[in-house]
């Protein structure tokens, strides 16, 4: 078997490059937390964007979260067969469909809360609370600098 080269070190200083690795380990730890309660991380997002901002229309919810129309439909089949979320009729405009999470998604995701912080703790788990917050605030403003509001 042949080893793997690391990346080079110009690149391994990149913040680019540092930032796509965390958000790379972060992803998969909170993938592997969902997975331990059956539900995919994209799932998860869905329903956490119609928790907040349900009811909402499903075109609006897919833009929101920036997940293709088509894909869309299909978590939305999922989580409304699993009696997460309910679908109905826009009371604004009959040809949409307004969703909305029901109390089983509401549970849901209450048991899934502490999963994604126990993987968030993990992540962080090299800083001291100091450290963390810092952390945290300094991406959040390189976010607001010029990030997608969502991604």
Known sequence: MVDKLP????????????LGRAAAHGRGL????????????L???????????GPVAQAELARTVAVDP??????????????????????????K???TTTDAGEQRLARQEPLVDAAMDELLAPLDPAERATFLALLTRV???GAPTVS
């Open 7 to 18: 990346a080079p070190a110009r690149i391994r200083v990149l913040p680019s490059w540092l």
């Open 30 to 41: 909170v993938r592997a937390a969902l997975a331990g309660d059956g539900m995919p991380m």
């Open 43 to 53: 799932h998860h997002l869905v329903l956490i964007a119609v928790q907040e901002y």
């Open 70 to 95: 088509k894909d869309m439909v299909t978590i939305l089949n999922s989580l409304q067969a699993d009696g997460l979320v309910t679908r109905t009729p826009d009371p604004r405009d009959r040809r």
């Open 97 to 99: 469909n307004a969703i």
């Open 143 to 145: 976010v607001a600098a």
